[in-house]
Each structure stands twice: as C-alpha cells, then as structure tokens.
C-alpha cells in the first residue's frame, strides 16, 4: 500500500507563536500573592465544571414520566438479606440491578410485621389504626377506604394484581379497584385450597396479564408469597442454599423477578413503567428470641427494603438515608403519575428525595403497631414510633432505642433517656387519638386506634412460651402428635388462656385420635375467642367423629370466610344435610361454597351427587361436566356421569364412558357391572 504525502504549500501563511510566547512569560515573571494563585486556580476548576456538566447535561434528555406502574411485594425479606443492602451470601443479581439502576432506600419502615394490614397501608396510603386493618385473617377492608387501584381505574388505568397468598385473598377487601385480581391457589389432592402460590406459577399469570392488558395504561401488582416458614425449594436453590433455606427462598424469588423485568424490556414497556419493589415486613430469623415475625415491632421484622425504578425520571445509583414507609406508596405513585393525592392519604411522595430535595426530616414520625400477640395470645399489644434517630416502643416494659447508635436495638434506653422516652411517648398518643378520629370502620377485631400496653403480658417474658408453641406446631406438622400434645400440655398449664395454645392441643388430640379429649380443649377456645374459625373447625371435625352432628353444625356454621377452612366447613355442612336427608339444604351450602369459589372440584362433585339424588339429571350433568372441564380424566366423575346417561336411555353413550372409566381404572368393578347393564334390553 503506497501512502501519499502531500508538500507544504509555500503559499499558506506562518504563525507567529511569538506574542503567546511572551504572554506566557508576562504570566510567569508576574509575582502572584497565594490568594491571587488561589482565585485563579478556583477560577480554572469552575470553568472545567462548568464545561462538564454542560457537556453532560447536553447528553441527557429531560425527565420523562411513567405511563405505568408495577408494584412488587415481597413477603417476610429482610432488608439485610439483599444483596443490594450488602449481603454477600445470596444471590440476588436482578434486584441489585434494579437497585443499581433506581433508587434504594436505607431507612423504609412497615407499619405493621403482619402481611394483611401492612398490604393495606401500601393500598390506601394510611396506618393501621386508621384503615381499620389491624390483625391478619379476621378483617376486611372497608369499603369507604379509597385504594390507589381506585384511583388509577377511575383515571382509565387497567387495573391488576397477582396474589399468591391467601392471607391477600379477595375476601380481606384488597381487590377493591382492581379489573383483575388473580388471588387463584393451588389445590391438594384432596382439592381443598392451599395457602401459597409459587413464585413460578405466580410470574406466568403476571406475564399473562401483562399479554392481555389492552392499549390502556397499566397498574400492576406482583405480590410474592416467599420466603415463608415451610421452605420448599426447588432445584438449583435446594441444593445451593440446602444450610439458609430463607436465602434460598428469596434467591428463587430474585429469579421470577427477572423474567417478569425481561418480560417488560421484550415488550418494549420497561422505559415506560415505574417499578416499585418493597415487602410487607421482615423475619426475626432468631434475633430478639423471634424466630418469625408478629411478635414483636423490632427493625428486624419492621425495616424493609424499598427501591423505585424508572429509566427515564430516576436517577441511577442513589442511595437514600432519609425516612420512608410503606404509606408513602400511594403518594408517591399518584405524583410519578402526575395524579392528585388525595387529602387523606397519611404518607408522603419520595419523589422530592429522589428528586435531592431534602424534606424537612425533623419532622417525620412513623407510627408503627402490632395487635398479633393480643389476638392470637392473649398477650400485650405493641405500638411504638420513629422519630430521627430515637426509636420508642409501647409496652408493659417500655422500650427506647437510638438507631443510629444502636442499630440492633441491644441497649434500651427508657430508664436512661427519660425525656425523650416521655416526649415520643406523647408523641404516639396524639398520633393514636389523632387515628382514632378519622378511623374507618373497623370490621371485627379491636376498636381502631386502641392500644393498651398494660392489656395481657408482655411478648418479651413469653419467648419461652412462644418457642414452645413453635416447637408444637412443627411436631403436629411432621405427623407427631403425640409429643406435641405433651408440649402444648406445659404451654395451657403456665398460660392457660393462651388460644392458640388451646387450639393446637385440640388439634393434636383430634390427629391422636381423641375427639372427645379434642372437643373439650376447643370448646375451652372458643369461649376465649368467639370468632376463633380454626378452632371451631377442627371442634366440628371432633363432634362429628363423635356423632353429634349438631355440635359439628354448629361450629362449622361459626367458620366465617375470613378462614381458610371456610369452604371445608360449608362441604362438611352439604354433607351433614345431606346425611340427615335434607337434601335441599345440603344444595343451598354447596351453592354457598361455590358462590365463593367457583373451582372447588370436591364441592362441584357433591352438588353434581345432590342434583341426581333428586333425580335433576340435567343439572347433575352440568355440575359433572364443569369438574371435567378442570380433569378430564378422572374417573370418578366419568362413573357418575355414564350413570344418568344409563338411566335416561342413553345406553350406547353409556358404555363408551364405563369403557373410558375402566381404561383409566382397570380395577373399577362398579363400572364393569353397569357396562353390562348396558347390553341389557330393558
């Protein structure tokens, strides 16, 4: 290759360096004091940031609002067990990316360790005491409560949520606002409903929601049920985090948030969506003596992780220590959307922090509570606050704690800090009877707004108490109901008014098989707590084993449908009816069970039964079809329904369902009797 190079042009006229030369010289002859070398040295350094941050700013567009929002809860994460909160243990690379790419928050607070009430402040912008949501399981929320699913359905949003824990089930009122509320649970053999989703099968409905969402702008909500308690990890996570199953749990979780993020970016729709990841609450994991959570207001149940995420609004890598909590939600949601808040909304946007405009922090308080241990123990209640740095709890013993100092909350400072412990404690009373003024109606459960820290014993003296029940329920869980029924013995003989103590003892009873010993000990439950659904079920389970089908109605008529074993007791109720030969009540209870849930194969199966007793082949057949829509295969069905097809004349359909019967069970001699029925002329 030949390079050509070209010859200077006589012609083109030479500069003179001479004259910058002697400036140059002029600049270093000068004698300079050191304040003038300082204002010049000042004066380059500012031209240079000037031309960066230009240079910068010229690269960058102008903020861009979000069209959508999608909002992820985790259940029962800690803060400290995220790799984006230091955690080097875990695997958690998708939402350290989302942390890297948005905005982490240091300092988020719950507003309750319960997974139901904390979800109602994250849904309406509102404390506890003020929603009217204060326990799990036994509330619903009222309707003069406005979620932000409201709000944005009102605006012309598509409205949806996945929901993979009973705990958030339609009936708890949280589907107020929401076009799509998927709150759909697997089922065991049996066919009674379970109380989790997976994280899997939870992310292929959201990834099917968003799929057919419309050309709407979109509100959604991913709530994941992991980590829970009862780990069962799939593979790799098993293996990998055989040692930390709780790790594992949210590893595996870490993975379906990445396919539904990826879900968003192969849909174009991650620029146009703001992301806001948070949990309910934490788990103690052993610290405090608490091995769960609902037991005491400590930061390891209370702090949670929060990160908000929008490529195009939100500056990457920042990492905030100013206050938030879950209240700040609604808000802040509403603000990114340019919507109005509305006026009774208790938290505050983080977009001005997000934003680097520090609010005014003295000023901030967060309210925090726990009825749990009243209502499930019998024991104190707990309310506390947050205040800066100082951290106060209401309780028979009182507790105070400066967080930055004292970040694990080791060293109470009540009896040394008396003045502040006075003043947050007034604090916290104005901001109760400030609740309890403006409190929606409160469903079951204590007056909103109440707290009495003298009521029952105090949770921190009844740690042994709470590992020995725990220690029950593992042992009624791992088929041995024998030692548990020894432990919950000692546990009813020092807290004889302990509910939940009482009933997992009749519960282990009735799984000993003594019903009668069974029936005595929930009955003693129930006088303790009317409303007690577990207790009244498994009463029901004892009396009916001991044939007093009356006392089984009636406990099972006191199972109200906050309780998972709602559907259970009304089946049970279809039965009992129908035993007695009251046919057209047992039908109206199955109805009842299906107007609730309408994929209850067992009570469809039952109603099916009850029809073709009555000789309502039609409607039999109908209810018999609807089962096989969900299994095809199962024979059971298959049998009853070749049954009316024989009686109604229908003899060659007849046969071929009792040989598709026999294919599928061999071993079925009442479907070989009635094929030969069919071979006879009548």
């Known amino acids: 290759m030949t390079i050509q190079i070209t010859p200077p042009d006589p012609s083109r006229k030479k500069i003179d360096f001479t004259k910058y030369r002697q400036r140059t010289f002029w600049i270093r002859s000068k004698r300079l004091s050191p304040l003038q070398w300082g204002l010049m ?80 402040s994250i849904m309406t912008g509102r404390y506890p005491a003020s929603h009217g949501i204060r326990l799990n399981g036994v509330m619903t929320l009222p309707e003069e409560a406005l979620t932000v699913a409201e709000i944005l359905g009102d605006r012309g949003y598509f409205t949806g949520a996945v929901i993979n824990s009973f705990a958030l089930h339609s009936v708890f009122g949280l589907n107020q606002g929401f076009s799509v509320y998927d709150d759909r649970l697997p089922r065991s053999p049996e066919g009674s409903r379970l109380p989790f989703r997976s994280a899997v099968d939870g992310t292929e409905a959201m990834k099917s929601l968003l799929s057919n969402r419309g050309e709407k702008p979109f509100f959604l909500w991913m709530h994941f049920a992991e980590p829970c308690m009862k780990y069962d990890l799939p593979a790799p996570f098993a293996e990998a985090y055989a040692e930390r199953p709780y790790d594992g749990e949210i590893a595996y979780m870490d993975r379906a948030v990445e396919e539904i ?36 207001i400590y930061n390891t149940t209370i702090r949670v992780p929060l990160i908000v995420h929008h490529p195009l609004s939100i500056r990457e890598g920042q990492r905030i220590s100013h206050h938030a909590a879950l209240v700040d939600m609604v808000p802040t949601m509403l603000e990114a959307l340019d919507i109005p808040v509305p006026q009774d909304v208790e938290g505050r946007s983080l977009l001005p922090l997000v934003n680097g405009q520090a609010p005014g922090e003295a000023g901030r308080d967060i309210p925090i509570e726990n009825q749990a241990p009243m209502k499930q123990y019998g024991w104190s209640p707990q309310a506390g606050i947050i205040r800066g740095h100082w951290k106060y709890i209401l ?205 209850d194969s067992m009570i469809r199966f039952n109603l099916g039964k009850g029809y073709f007793s009555q000789g309502k082949f039609s409607h039999a057949e109908a209810e018999y079809r609807k089962v096989l829509e969900q299994d095809p295969e199962s024979w059971e069905i298959l049998l009853e329904l070749g049954k009316i097809y024989l009686l109604t004349g229908e003899k060659e359909e007849a046969a071929k369902i009792f040989r598709k019967v026999l294919s599928l069970n061999p071993r079925s001699r009442r479907a070989e009797e009635l094929l030969k029925r069919t071979e006879v002329n009548w």
């Open 41 to 120: 040295v000042l004066a380059v350094l500012l031209a240079l940031g000037v031309h960066y941050t230009l240079k910068r700013l010229a690269g960058r567009t102008a903020p861009v609002p979000p069209k959508n929002v999608l909002l992820i809860t985790l259940h029962a994460t800690r803060q400290d067990r995220l790799g984006c909160y230091g955690y080097r243990r875990i695997e958690t690379s998708r939402i350290d990316r989302l942390a890297e790419e948005g905005a982490l928050f240091l300092n988020a607070f719950s507003t309750a360790p319960l997974t139901l009430p904390s979800h109602a």
């Open 261 to 296: 993020v990826q879900f968003l970016m192969q849909e174009n729709l991650l620029k146009e969506t703001l992301i806001i990841l948070t949990a309910d609450h934490g788990e103690g994991l052993g610290d405090h003596g608490e091995t769960s959570h609902g037991l005491f």
């Open 395 to 599: 309780a028979p013993d009182p507790e105070l704690y400066h967080l930055a100092e004292d970040p694990d909350e080791k060293s109470n400072l009540f009896s040394s800090r008396r003045e502040e412990a006075e003043s947050l404690h007034a604090l916290l009373q104005t901001r109760l009877e400030a609740f309890r003024e403006k409190a929606l109606p409160d469903e079951g459960g204590e007056a909103a707004g109440t707290v009495s820290p003298d009521r029952g014993k105090d949770p921190k003296t009844m740690l042994p108490v709470k590992k020995q029940l725990d220690q029950a329920a593992v042992r009624l869980e791992s088929g041995d109901p024998g030692s548990a029924v020894e432990t919950l013995r000692e546990v009813t003989a020092v807290d004889p008014a302990n509910m939940t103590a009482l009933t997992l003892l009749g519960i282990a009873l009735l799984q000993a098989e003594e019903p009668e010993k069974a029936a005595d000990v929930l009955e003693a439950a129930v006088t303790l707590d009317p409303v007690l659904g577990d207790a009244h079920f498994h009463a029901g389970l004892a009396y009916e084993r001991l044939g007093d089908t009356i006392a089984a109605l009636s406990h099972f008529q006191h199972v109200d449908h906050f309780n998972i074993h709602y559907i259970r007791a009304l089946n049970r109720m279809g039965r009992i009816f129908a035993g007695i030969g009251d046919m057209e009540r047992a039908i109206e209870t199955w109805q009842q069970a299906l107007a609730v849930d309408a994929d």
